[in-house]
């Protein structure tokens, strides 16, 4: 084919052509961003939506920390309760170490106690004791029993009739009330 077009035509063509093609390019370009922009919407508008749910939801758990904070002072209150009680406790305990020492040392010699229990009440320095034990005579045990009542620890002492049948060696109970 023969070019008879001059010099300066063949560039303007050739400049005809390039703007051409950068107006489609632009055009092509700008309708491939204004689909993404259009694809991009619906993402954009879960997101700003979940994000001010999050936003929401923040500032509700920061209202809700003083309800956090009142249940911790609560669970801390509860455990300073119980350290207290078992310090209170163990004061009751002690208490009831030195009246098990006081039986123990108004037992006379004949007198043998093997079990030594203690159930409380609940009311502060009230309970019942229960002694187990054996006498080598019934005089002993008799002796026993009248330094319990005559102690003044006691409200009541309970002696079984069966604590005395026999004459020697005899396997007794002995329940008292504390005052």
Do not use: H
């Not at 961003?33 to 993402?43: E, K, T, Y």
């Not at 009142?70 to 170490?97: C, D, H, M, P, R």
């Amino acid at each position: 084919m023969i070019n008879l077009l001059p010099y300066e035509d063949k560039k303007e063509v050739e400049r005809e052509g390039l703007r051409r093609f950068v107006i489609v390019a632009v055009f092509s370009l700008s309708s491939v961003f204004l689909v993404c922009i259009l694809l991009m919407m619906p993402v954009y508008i879960s997101s700003y939506q979940e994000s001010s749910n999050l936003k929401r939801e923040e500032d509700l758990l920061k209202q809700g920390t003083t309800a956090e904070k009142i249940t911790e002072v609560t669970n801390e209150i509860n455990k300073i309760n119980a350290e207290l009680s078992i310090i209170e406790s163990s004061a009751k305990s002690a208490s009831k170490l030195n009246i098990f020492k006081k039986i123990l040392s108004l037992t006379p010699g004949g007198v043998k106690i093997n079990n030594l229990s203690f159930a409380g009440q609940g009311v502060s320095g009230q309970g019942k004791i229960s002694l187990q034990g054996r006498a080598g005579t019934r005089e002993s045990l008799l002796g026993f029993q009248k330094n319990l009542n005559d102690s003044g620890l006691f409200k009541k002492v309970d002696f079984p009739v069966s604590n005395i049948l026999k004459k020697n060696d005899i396997d007794f109970v002995i329940n008292l009330d504390l005052k």
